[in-house]
């Protein structure tokens, strides 16, 4: 089962569900897969997203995303999201490679492919999320967790 989340790291809301996404994961941890699509709706949120893929090919995407959304509030709508760094480093990225990896044409083709299907499927917020498919109606941890625990049940 595969829940989609349309996922601007710089967004207040992404971050309150951060916690709860994490804590579904780790109730169905062989049943449930998280795919993060990237929305760049808020300023810093391009770098937060490149951050985050050099830490992917880097082998520390886990541990860099909780540290980044965890200082979020000291970088948030901030351009040069100097906490986001920060905070990747003392979660094991090494700065000096991503920043000298982080434009290459792989990371481009990810955010180019996000937007354009951000733009096809009609996202005009985050976070927004899908669960085999289907959209959460209605936002909130507990609606999540429901959606989610009704897909398992009907998978068995």
């Not at 951060?18 to 062989?30: E, F, G, L, N, R």
């Not at 090919?57 to 986001?84: C, F, I, R, S």
Request: glycine letters at 6%; one cysteine or more; hydrophobic letters at 40%.
């Amino acid at each position: 089962m595969t829940i989609v989340e349309f996922f601007d790291p710089s967004c207040e809301g992404c971050r309150a569900m951060y916690p709860y996404v994490k804590q579904i994961m780790a109730a169905y941890p062989d049943k449930v897969r998280l795919v993060l699509r990237y929305v760049l709706f808020h300023k810093g949120s391009e770098e937060a997203v490149r951050i985050l893929e050099t830490a992917r090919e880097q082998g520390v995407y886990e541990p860099v995303l909780d540290a980044v959304m965890e200082a979020q509030p000291k970088w948030h709508d901030d351009p040069k999201v100097a906490a986001a760094w920060d905070a990747a480093e003392s979660a094991g990225l090494d700065v000096e490679a991503a920043r000298a990896g982080m434009n290459s044409p792989e990371i481009d083709g990810i955010i180019q492919q996000d937007a354009a299907d951000v733009k096809a499927v009609g996202i005009s917020g985050t976070p927004t999320f899908y669960v085999n498919g289907d959209t959460l109606s209605r936002l909130g941890p507990q609606e999540l967790y429901d959606l989610v625990t009704s897909k398992v049940e009907s998978l068995k």
